[in-house]
């Protein structure tokens, strides 16, 4: 049954099938239903239609249609005119149509079919099809009028070219490419498939601008109807000027309108209707004394503001088109096609109420450092592909993020389930890379979030420390679903951010001292740092360093400590000669390249000699980046400055790593000796490091000293410093 419809389908497309059969029946339709203008000496086409319905034809079928055009017209006008001018003028027709058609076909190349609001092929449609063809058909007139042969219905055969009668017949034959084709052309496939209709009717909604009104399309559809009617109308004894050619002025800013608003479909297809009508019904605004002037200037305007129409709608169409196309655009990121942020930013704002879920995906980073970055997008990829034929939902979607993760977005409605739907599937999920089977851990934190959404990226940081908990416990974290409150803690967050930033454009930062007395009678000072707070209360370091540590700004803060410290040795060298600070480092600090070089500036300016700075930096530090750590490290001990070890023994494999650092001091954490006095094992520790210090020839500091039994003991264990609050509080660094 299949092939027998093909088949037909075949025969049904040749010229002696649907070309014949439109070519017969719509060519002869056509010239009955033309407008003709009666003159004394003969009669004029306002629209020739059978133009129309061939260039339409042409449109459908190509050149299969051709051959059904020449013999149609042949008998046509052979039975009209007779064998001699009826062939002669089939010629003449066939060939400017064939050769417009083909210079068409060759300039728009395989875009020639396209839709009539399509850029390149429309500028070639009307270069060739509305400007060329309508010359060369009055071009093949003259010449036939100078050698006699005109058929009496082109009108007065004149051999002046450049009359009102020759602009006449071009206008006609111009409007007629210009509105007349694009209505056939709907009319005729609309026959041949009458399901066209809904094409059309997408293709309108398509191209209106977001927030067009169904009262603003009906306002404009019955004004442009009810113009039209009142030029149609003939009042021929009526002075009102809404009644004569005025009238048509109003047409015009209504059409424009129409084409920045709702597009080409829709404001051409009104705009070819209205002139078509306009056109068989001349009599009831076109003046009759001295019509031929009269009509010839209307269809001038009709045929230039056709042209304006046509362009103003195609260009602000494609406009549209092409806002869209980069506002998608935008909202998808290109290496790894899937939404962005952005995308999910207008995503929210769809949905009062939505379960925001980060995903970190472990060691990727680690993977795509050895296999790649082909690795991170097609892991990407086809996790999201996974994790989306799990959702229900079509607006549920899985979300990019420029690090190693990801961001999924899930309704409010039945999220429990689709989030259990997900880990499963995350368990089971395996790339094979390689031959390689790839099963990476993921970790999920999630939140519910309710329209609007503030402080965004802040949440997302939130749901990644979640997500990292995740990776622990093996199964999704919330961020204590209750949003409000989460969004109290980012609040104080963002509050503590602009007290550090205000503190650092005010310099109002305190600088605290505590000191580090040596068993032999020498001392040094710690600066210790707080922020200040309401009330005269200064905030603690483990309040506000994780924020300073979160929005990057380590450096910040120890270069402004740095500058402060070096300035107060140097106004006070006279007071305090030989005074001796450690400042902290934190790990970001460390590994910044230009750490040396801005110390050695500090220095130079205020005039300190390095080894009155000591650089305390923790196990922490050093394990983030060894190498980078050494050569830095190595660095300051070249320039004068002394290295201590902060929290020693808290890390893992301690004693490995302090092989591989060069340090001066070595600082014992408070946790080995707060239990000293009663805990045999931490005495045996805390020797055990002052034997391997004095190897190192390193200098021993123990931290956290409160009683003198515990100064005592430390000092027979070998320690050479001590600090704590045994030998006092920290204090402002200017009241030192």
């Known amino acids: ?42 009669t004029a086409y306002l629209l020739f239609w059978p133009l129309a319905v061939a260039l339409s034809l042409l449109l459908i079928f190509s ?17 009209a005119m007779g064998p001699g001018i009826g062939i002669a003028v089939t010629l003449a027709f066939s060939f400017a149509i064939g050769l417009c058609w083909y210079g068409f076909t060759k300039q728009a190349g395989s875009r020639w079919s396209a839709g009539f609001g399509n850029p390149p092929a429309m500028f070639a449609r009307l270069f060739w099809l509305a400007l060329i063809l309508p010359l060369l058909l009055i071009l093949i007139v003259q010449i036939a009028i100078i050698l006699g042969v005109s058929p009496r219905t082109v009108g007065e055969p004149s051999t002046n070219p450049f009359t009102i009668r020759s602009l006449l017949n071009y206008q006609s034959l111009a409007i007629v490419c210009l509105s007349g084709v694009p209505l056939c052309y709907y009319l005729i496939r609309t026959l041949i498939r009458p399901r066209f209709w809904r094409v059309i009717i997408r293709r309108i909604r398509r191209e209106m601008a977001p927030g067009v009104s169904m009262w603003e399309l009906s306002l404009w559809v019955l004004s442009t109807a009810a113009i039209v009617i009142l030029l149609s109308v003939q009042f021929h004894g009526s002075d009102n000027i809404l009644y004569s050619d005025y009238t048509l002025t109003l047409l015009f800013p209504l059409m424009l309108f129409g084409s920045m608003r709702l597009g080409y479909q829709l404001s051409s297809l009104m705009w070819h209707s209205s002139v078509i009508v306009l056109l068989y019904n001349y009599p009831g605004y076109v003046r009759q004394e001295d019509l031929l002037h009269n009509l010839a200037f209307i269809m001038s305007m009709l045929m230039v503001f056709t042209l304006t129409v046509i362009l103003m709608s195609v260009l602000t169409t494609r ?13 998808v990121d290109p290496m790894v096609q899937l939404h962005n942020v952005r995308s999910l930013e207008h995503t929210l704002e769809e949905h009062e109420r939505s379960v925001l879920c980060f995903l970190r995906i472990a060691n990727l980073d680690a993977l795509c450092r050895t296999y790649g970055m082909q690795m991170w997008v097609e892991y990407k990829q086809r996790l999201a592909k996974v994790l989306m034929a799990e959702m229900h939902h079509k607006d549920e979607r899985v979300y990019q993020l420029p690090s190693y993760d990801l961001l999924i977005r899930l309704n409010i409605h039945d999220w429990e389930t689709t989030l259990k739907r997900l880990s499963r599937a995350l368990e089971q999920f395996r790339l094979c890379w390689n ?65 550090i930033q205000r503190a650092l454009d005010d310099n109002s930062l305190i600088l605290m001292a505590q000191p580090i007395q040596g068993f032999r009678g020498d001392r040094y000072y710690e600066i210790l740092l707080r922020l200040p707070g309401e009330d005269g209360i200064a905030v603690m370091p483990d309040a506000f360093l994780p924020v300073v540590d979160e929005f990057g700004l380590n450096y910040d803060i120890d270069l402004w400590v740095l500058k402060h410290t070096l300035a107060f040795i140097d106004e006070n060298r006279e007071r305090l000669p030989g005074l001796c600070f450690s400042v902290n480092l934190t790990p970001s600090t460390l590994v910044r390249p230009t750490l040396v070089h801005d110390i050695a500036e500090l220095l130079q300016t205020h005039q300190v000699e390095p080894y009155q700075l000591i650089l305390e930096i923790t196990e922490t530090n050093v394990a983030q980046s060894l190498e980078l750590a050494k050569q830095t490290l190595a660095s300051l001990r070249q320039l004068g400055c002394r290295i201590a070890i902060d929290d020693f023994g808290t890390g893992y494999a301690s004693y490995d790593r302090l092989k591989h650092i060069e340090a001066d001091i070595l600082k014992i954490d408070g946790s080995f000796i707060r239990p000293l006095a009663d805990s045999l094992l931490d005495q045996q520790i805390v020797a055990a490091m002052c034997q391997i210090a004095r190897l190192k020839k390193l200098t021993v500091v123990a931290e956290y000293v409160e009683t003198e039994a515990q100064r005592l003991q430390l000092k027979v264990l070998g320690v050479d410093y001590i600090q704590g609050y045994l030998l006092g509080m920290p204090v402002q660094l200017s009241e030192l």
């Open 1 to 42: 049954m299949n092939n027998v419809s093909r088949r037909c389908a075949r025969h049904l497309n040749h010229w002696w099938g649907l070309p014949l059969l439109f070519s017969a029946v719509l060519l002869p339709l056509g010239s009955t239903i033309s407008p003709t203008l009666a003159l004394d000496d003969g």
């Open 63 to 79: 050149w299969r249609v051709f051959p059904a055009l020449v013999l149609v017209n042949m008998i046509r006008y052979t039975y």
């Open 319 to 331: 406009q549209r088109r092409l806002y869209v196309k980069s506002r998608r655009a935008a909202m």
């Open 435 to 499: 031959g390689l089977p790839l099963h990476l851990h993921h970790g999920i934190g999630y939140c519910i979030v309710r329209y609007p959404v503030e402080h965004l990226y802040a949440i997302i940081g939130e749901l990644s420390t979640m997500a990292e908990i995740s990776l622990g416990t093996g199964k999704p974290e919330s961020s204590q679903a209750n949003f409000r409150h989460l969004q109290n803690n980012i609040n104080k967050k963002v509050d503590m951010l602009h007290d």
